[in-house]
């Protein structure tokens, strides 16, 4: 199993060396901003590197809302980071489900999921696998509860998508984590990467804030119980720099028998 952390995109072989990471996750661009991402200098080295590469979409796109301003923009800025990312070699990209705001049909942010795919198939396709990743927060999000990962499957598994699965945004959100791999892959088939992170806030709190895997408030045993029946690489997405993240690593790779 691979394990991995998200890194600064300034370096980020450096950074792995640096966390003992098989793995590292980084974004092209600001994560909360609307500029499309820029070439890289080090492209080339990146995608020779055995370090396997993962890309994180910025936080602001929304391809789900029925918002035009927000939606278009967002979809053309996905197809352009995962253009960006096949560039430099990366296994996937990673963007969070979206929603759709208060009164509008939730039903249209599935169907502005199926949309953007069927743009992006027009266009040539993603290049890479784009991995839709669980959220913690909001009463009108795609893929915060099961329920609603359904029916955006319903909408877009007939593409090549993939899924990656946030342990603390599945608590935050309100999803049991005892069992939760098996009942995601039972929606969507599969689960391409674990986004493996503790929490600092309650069950169902709707909160994203991360914690280091063994200082939160889900039970790390539950952690690694997620990690070893989802059977995918895993990133952990935690504070304390460096050093936060290689005890992580070295955490999970000791329960794990890695
Ligand atoms: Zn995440």
Same mark, same amino acid.
């Given at each position: 199993?691979?394990?991995?952390?998200?890194?600064?995109?300034?370096?980020?072989?450096?950074?792995?060396?640096?966390?003992?990471?098989?793995?590292?996750?980084?974004?092209?661009?600001?994560?909360?901003?609307?500029?499309?991402?820029?070439? &890289? /200098?080090? @492209? #080339?080295?990146? !995608? +020779?590197?055995?370090? $396997?590469?993962?890309? =994180?979409?910025?936080?602001?796109?929304?391809?789900?809302?029925?918002?035009?301003?927000?939606?278009?923009?967002?979809?053309?800025?996905?197809?352009?980071?995962? &253009? /960006?990312? @096949? #560039?430099?070699? !990366? +296994?996937?990209?990673? $963007?969070?489900?979206? =929603?759709?705001?208060?009164?509008?049909?939730?039903?249209?942010?599935?169907?502005?999921?199926?949309?953007?795919?069927?743009?992006?198939?027009?266009?040539?396709?993603?290049?890479?696998?784009?991995?839709?990743?669980?959220?913690?927060?909001?009463?009108?999000?795609?893929?915060?509860?099961?329920?609603?990962?359904?029916?955006?499957?319903?909408?877009?598994?007939?593409?090549?998508?993939?899924?990656?699965?946030?342990?603390?945004?599945?608590?935050?959100?309100?999803?049991?984590?005892?069992?939760?791999?098996?009942?995601?892959?039972?929606?969507?088939?599969?689960?391409?990467?674990?986004?493996?992170?503790?929490?600092?806030?309650?069950?169902?709190?709707?909160?994203?804030?991360?914690?280091?895997?063994?200082?939160?408030?889900?039970?790390?045993?539950?952690?690694?119980?997620?990690?070893?029946?989802?059977?995918?690489?895993?990133?952990?997405?935690?504070?304390?720099?460096?050093?936060?993240?290689?005890?992580?690593?070295?955490?999970?790779?000791?329960?794990?028998?890695?």
């Amino acid at each position: 199993m691979l394990i991995g952390a998200h890194v600064d995109s300034a370096a980020p072989l450096d950074e792995a060396a640096a966390r003992g990471a098989d793995a590292v996750q980084f974004f092209l661009a600001d994560p909360q901003g609307w500029k499309a991402p820029v070439p &890289r /200098a080090d @492209a #080339a080295a990146l !995608a +020779a590197a055995d370090t $396997v590469l993962y890309v =994180h979409a910025p936080y602001v796109l929304n391809v789900a809302t029925a918002n035009n301003r927000i939606r278009i923009p967002s979809r053309k800025l996905l197809l352009a980071h995962a &253009r /960006a990312a @096949a #560039a430099v070699g !990366a +296994a996937g990209l990673i $963007v969070h489900g979206g =929603h759709v705001n208060r009164g509008d049909d939730p039903e249209t942010g599935f169907d502005n999921w199926r949309k953007t795919f069927a743009y992006a198939a027009d266009s040539g396709g993603f290049g890479l696998p784009l991995l839709i990743e669980n959220t913690a927060g909001g009463e009108h999000a795609c893929a915060r509860r099961l329920d609603a990962l359904k029916r955006l499957w319903d909408a877009v598994g007939d593409h090549e998508v993939g899924f990656c699965l946030d342990t603390c945004h599945a608590h935050a959100g309100g999803e049991e984590l005892l069992g939760l791999a098996d009942r995601v892959r039972s929606v969507t088939g599969r689960i391409d990467l674990v986004h493996a992170n503790n929490s600092r806030d309650p069950f169902d709190s709707g909160r994203d804030r991360h914690a280091n895997l063994a200082d939160g408030v889900i039970d790390p045993a539950l952690l690694v119980a997620v990690l070893r029946a989802a059977g995918a690489p895993a990133i952990v997405e935690t504070p304390g720099g460096a050093a936060g993240q290689a005890r992580d690593i070295a955490y999970l790779r000791d329960k794990l028998g890695r």
